[in-house]
């Protein structure tokens, strides 16, 4: 089946510092790639979603100057959480599209970001 | 936009009891959907998905999604719960003719499943 990897599985950083997701499609080509944040005993939010070769598409109430998201290759998409802050500890969790008419997403194992 | 509501925050089974999850969704137009399970410590792993057809639909592990059209409801179920299926389920929908994003997935905020030996 599809794979998808997230690198860090972890991290913990302090505040004002940049912190960078990567989130990979092992098998496949992901011709679109999401970002999904989880609060504990929550649900997945979509953040944005991002197709290869243009720009991210955030959600309401996201913003974008604070997640940046690039997706420079069909098996690469990356979120970078800009001048981090506690608030922004979370559970991040990418999913990759293979394409066609097929809709199903395949999902990484998540990062846990703990800003202290 | 969708929604998607779950009804059981937690549910406590004992192994060989049968299972059903709720899920409602909020659309009007077409609807894919989905379920997820995310065992502990694991990543989202798709139970199983409805496109179109027979609106019983039959996953992996034995479970089974009934999709009726006319309750906006997707209900998971399985005869006889094991221990290993101690989980999170998480039901999903996306809405493809909705246009930009079509391809988005909404979550429920899932139900936690404890089975007890």
């Known amino acids: 089946g599809a794979v998808v990897s997230q690198h860090p599985s972890w991290v913990i950083c302090k505040s004002g510092t940049s912190v960078k997701i990567e989130c990979r499609s092992l098998d496949f080509q992901a011709t679109t790639m999401f970002w999904y944040r989880q609060f504990p005993k929550q649900s997945l939010m979509l953040m944005a979603t991002?197709?290869?070769?243009?720009?991210?598409?955030?959600e309401q109430g996201v913003e974008k100057d604070k997640f940046l998201i690039n997706h420079a290759s069909l098996t690469l998409s990356t979120l970078t959480v800009t001048s981090a802050h506690p608030e922004d500890s979370s559970f991040y969790i990418c999913?990759?599209?293979?394409?066609?008419?097929?809709?199903?997403?395949?999902f990484g194992p998540g990062t846990r970001l703990t800003v202290l | 936009a969708q929604s998607v509501s779950q009804h059981n925050h937690h549910v406590i089974l004992s192994e060989a009891a049968s299972l059903e999850l709720g899920c409602n969704y909020s659309y009007g137009g077409t609807v894919n959907l989905f379920w997820y399970v995310q065992y502990p410590g694991q990543h989202l792993q798709l139970l199983l998905k409805y496109f179109s057809g027979d609106p019983l639909v039959k996953g992996i592990k034995g479970f089974e999604a009934e999709f009726i059209k006319s309750k906006f409801s997707f209900n998971l179920r399985k005869p006889s719960v094991q221990w290993s299926d101690t989980a999170e389920y998480f039901c999903a929908v996306n809405a493809p003719e909705s246009g930009a994003g079509s391809y988005q997935l909404t979550f429920g905020k899932g139900t936690k499943l404890s089975v007890i030996p």
């Open positions: 999913s990759a599209r293979a394409g066609g008419r097929n809709n199903e997403q395949f």
């Open positions: 991002s197709n290869e070769g243009s720009k991210a598409t955030y």
